[in-house]
T-cell receptor, first 116, second 111 residues
Framework: GAVVSQHPSRVICKSGTSVKIECRSL??????MFWYRQFPKQSLMLMAT?????????EQGVEKDKFLINHASLTLSTLTVTSAHPEDSSFYIC????????????FGPGTRLTVL | GQQLNQSPQSMFIQEGEDVSMNCTSS?????WLWYKQDPGEGPVLLIA?????ELTSNGRLTAQFGITRKDSFLNISASIPSDVGIYFC???????????FGAGTTVTVRA
């Protein structure tokens, strides 16, 4: 149990375009999902907390108008990188908190975004 | 979140050796989690610790929640080639469900 999927696994786009990444909890409901960003050889950096049915909470320094988050159901959260630029190229990972336990987060496989 | 101090940053070990890594924090945590990340993949939860002093095993992995609630360690016994990867500790304060991550320990196993 507690499987989280992400789609797509890899995406290459041109500068100025928008890219949507989906995060799904496959076998459980997740009222809260988290979006992280990871640069090569670095740790995970929390970008935002996504709550089902309400606005996301963004970490300091993360532009909410650039990284749009929608958590429309208990099994799906989406991250849209708007007007992507090369510096947005990174590994984006989502996680979901299991509803029965407030302490465990399970991570998706990640999405590698490359902006040309 | 709070920054955790994880050490060592990297280690090269011989197959069959035991591995030990630890994390410390200036803040008290209610939960300690240990994850392993393979290249190009998301982190996979290895062990979760919820109580100060708790010692938990998962196969060849053993982790402990420090009695002061500000530290945790992970041991891997009799390492094998598939233990290669990056290990992250993560802590969670009582009143905040955001995870704070350590910088990671990169483990390379020599056959």
């Amino acid at each position: 149990g507690a499987v989280v999927s992400q789609h797509p696994s890899r995406v290459i786009c041109k500068s100025g375009t928008s890219v949507k990444i989906e995060c799904r909890s496959l076998d459980f409901q997740a009222t809260t999902m988290f979006w992280y960003r990871q640069f090569p050889k670095q740790s995970l950096m929390l970008m935002a907390t996504s709550n089902e049915g309400s606005k996301a909470t963004y970490e300091q320094g993360v532009e909410k108008d650039k990284f749009l988050i929608n958590h429309a159901s208990l099994t799906l959260s989406t991250l849209t990188v708007t007007s992507a630029h090369p510096e947005d190229s990174s590994f984006y990972i989502c996680s979901a908190r299991v509803q029965r336990s407030y302490n465990e987060q399970f991570f998706g496989p990640g999405t590698r975004l490359t902006v040309l | 979140g709070q920054q955790l101090n994880q050490s060592p940053q990297s280690m090269f070990i011989q197959e069959g050796e035991d591995v030990s890594m630890n994390c410390t924090s200036s803040s008290i945590f209610n939960t300690w989690l240990w994850y392993k990340q393979d290249p190009g993949e998301g982190p996979v939860l290895l062990i979760a610790l919820y109580k100060a002093g708790e010692l938990t095993s998962n196969g060849r992995l053993t982790a402990q929640f420090g009695i002061t609630r500000k530290d945790s360690f992970l041991n891997i016994s009799a390492s094998i080639p598939s233990d290669v990867g990056i290990y992250f500790c993560a802590g969670q304060p009582r009143e905040d469900y955001k995870l704070s991550f350590g910088a990671g320990t990169t483990v390379t196993v020599r056959a």
